[in-house]
């Protein structure tokens, strides 16, 4: 299983664009990347998943470089509603195994 | 329906107390999950269903028992638990051989020990 590294915690404030990475350096080829939303006393919510190149939805954008050791989540403008956990999970998609969560990006949006 | 719904939401159970939480999904999901979570840490694996059948224990301690009784229903038998089992407990679901996108969490089940 992929493991994953992510910053413990991030600043921003509303109206900014929130990026968070996520390193995955042992990523497997068919492995998919997802990054999911947690607030406090909630499921995680998935947010994106993507293969390569980009992905956009939403709620967020997914970058993936060539090499998918690593991603970004991108967070357009920003309310204190983002406020919350962000975990980047990686794994097969088709594998119900592999939903093991690292330790999370935790987001402050401040006023 | 694209929700799974956890019950009870709060519950408080002394060490010596037997009870259960119940997870619910009518999204036809054949795989279903537990996880525990304690404050300010991720969402741990504890066990695994796939088709009504148990596919993974995480080494769970024996006071956790799961149980699946049919293909919408997920439940988590608890005896004899420890103040140290305090935690939210996470349900999830989602689709067996073909593309996840994404699980889909409940809301959890606090759970105080006392």
């Known amino acids: 299983l992929a493991k994953t590294t992510q910053p413990i915690s991030m600043d921003s404030y509303e109206g900014q664009e929130v990026n968070i990475t996520c390193s995955h350096n042992n990523i497997a080829t068919n492995d998919y990347i997802t990054w999911y939303q947690q607030f406090p006393s909630q499921g995680p919510r998935f947010i994106i998943q993507g293969y390569k190149t980009k992905v956009t939805n939403e709620v967020a954008s997914l970058f993936i470089p060539a090499d998918r050791k690593s991603s970004t989540l991108s967070l357009p403008r920003v309310s204190l509603s983002d406020t919350a956990v962000y975990y980047c999970l990686v794994g097969y998609p088709y594998n119900n195994n592999d939903m093991r969560f690292g330790a999370g990006t935790r987001l402050t949006v401040k006023p | 329906d694209t929700e799974v719904t956890q019950t009870p939401k709060h519950l408080v159970m002394g060490m010596t107390n037997k009870k259960s939480l119940k997870c619910e999904q009518h999204?036809?999901?054949?795989?279903m999950y537990w996880y525990k979570q304690k404050a300010k840490k991720p969402p741990e694996l504890m066990f695994v269903?796939?088709?009504?059948?148990?596919?993974i224990n995480e080494s769970v301690p024996s006071r956790f028992s799961p149980e699946c009784p049919n293909s919408s229903l997920l439940n988590l038998h608890l005896h004899a638990l420890q103040p140290e089992d305090s935690a939210l407990y996470l349900c999830?679901?989602?689709?067996?051989?073909?593309?996840?996108?994404?699980?889909?969490f409940g809301s959890g089940t606090r759970l105080t020990v006392v």
């Open positions: 269903y796939s088709y009504e059948k148990l596919s």
């Open positions: 999204m036809g999901h054949r795989a």
């Open positions: 999830a679901s989602s689709q067996v051989g073909r593309h996840n996108y994404g699980y889909t």
